[in-house]
């Protein structure tokens, strides 16, 4: 029997809700006109630091069906990831919160696989892929068009119920479904998130200049760290969470429900000194399914001894 695209929508997403996804929306899979120059613009300027693999794949980041061929939709998800209470780091050595726990390529991409196949037992055959920020996709431009949030002046899409702490994720999918509207912007006269960044790297409201980001610094950048961000990323050694901490939509943040995402016990009770002397051994062992493992050993003590210097200098 053949539903309407209505009904298979709701089919997903009751679906999508039941397996802890914060919010799911639909778009239809077509070309990013708008995003086009923005993204070539960006580049130009060399926004992207470091990060040679943005300027790859350009068609491909802008056009679904050079994804999935054939591709009808994108379905859009949003999965918590907040957590109030300390995780792991230390006020002198700071941790950004989605790092907590397991790495979220593995827990997001576990939930997609399952929304798929029920999709595929309930619906039938589709042609789909399954994606979680490994991938010549636009997450933000998707999650915008498939109305689950507003791109905020940080460059995070914001939830007006949910806030900002969560992962984007998308299956592109050649199934025709019932579309979504996208959702008006609320961030009006705000600039907390621009006054309070500490390298200045929200150089317009709405655009994120990725070479000055403490989150590019610590992660993404392999070299040094420019000694122009001396005294600058707040004791961030992995990641930052400034600009979604000072934002007043995340009063409306609640705490996950999913337990791959709380803290490893033994990470949670680690000191200052702990992180400071932590071994390559010891990072193995206790991060090997953890985001901070992206960084590598070499490039987190990178991170601390950049925060030690700086601290000793003043």
């Known amino acids: 029997m053949k539903f309407s695209a209505a009904t298979y929508a709701n089919l997903i ?15 239809k899979a077509e070309f990013l006109s708008e995003e086009a120059p923005r993204l070539e613009t960006w580049l130009k300027e060399n926004r992207n630091g470091k990060m040679a693999y943005m300027e790859n794949y350009f068609d491909m980041r802008l ?5 999935v061929p054939g591709a009808k939709s994108v379905i859009s998800l949003l999965y918590n990831f907040y957590n109030p209470e300390p995780g792991i780091g230390t006020p002198e050595l700071k941790i950004s919160k989605y790092a907590y726990g397991e790495d979220y390529h593995y827990v ?20 789909a892929r399954v994606f979680v920020d490994s991938a010549p996709v636009l997450e933000k431009a998707w999650a915008q068009k498939s109305g689950l949030g507003w791109l905020g002046k940080n460059g995070n899409i914001i939830h007006k119920k949910a806030g900002s702490f969560f992962f984007l994720s998308e299956i592109i999918i050649d199934l025709d479904l019932e579309t979504d509207a996208p959702v008006t912007d609320h961030c009006g006269t705000c600039t907390a998130c621009i006054d309070a960044c500490p390298t200045q790297a929200i ?30 990323t707040d004791n961030w050694i992995f990641g930052c969470d400034v600009c979604m901490d000072v934002c007043p939509w995340n009063r409306f943040a609640k705490k996950h429900q999913e337990p791959r995402f709380e803290p490893n016990p033994i990470l949670k009770d680690m000191n200052t000194k702990d992180w400071i002397d932590i071994s390559e051994e010891i990072f193995n062992k206790l991060l090997k399914n953890s985001p901070i493992k992206r960084t590598k050993y070499n490039g987190l003590k990178r991170n601390i001894d950049f925060i030690l210097n700086n601290a000793n200098e003043k």
């Not at 999508?16 to 914060?22: D, H, P, Q, S, T």
């Not at 997609?112 to 589709?126: A, H």
């Open 13 to 27: 997403k009751t679906e999508a809700k039941r397996l802890g996804f914060e919010s799911c929306g639909i778009s």
């Open 63 to 67: 056009n679904p069906q050079l994804l």
């Open 108 to 127: 997001v991409k576990d939930k997609l696989y399952e929304l798929l196949s029920f999709i595929q037992s309930k619906i039938g055959e589709v042609s």
């Open 203 to 232: 150089y317009e409201p709405h655009k994120v200049d990725g070479s000055k980001c403490i989150s590019y610094l610590t992660i993404e950048l392999k070299d040094a760290i420019p000694s122009e961000f001396n005294g600058k």
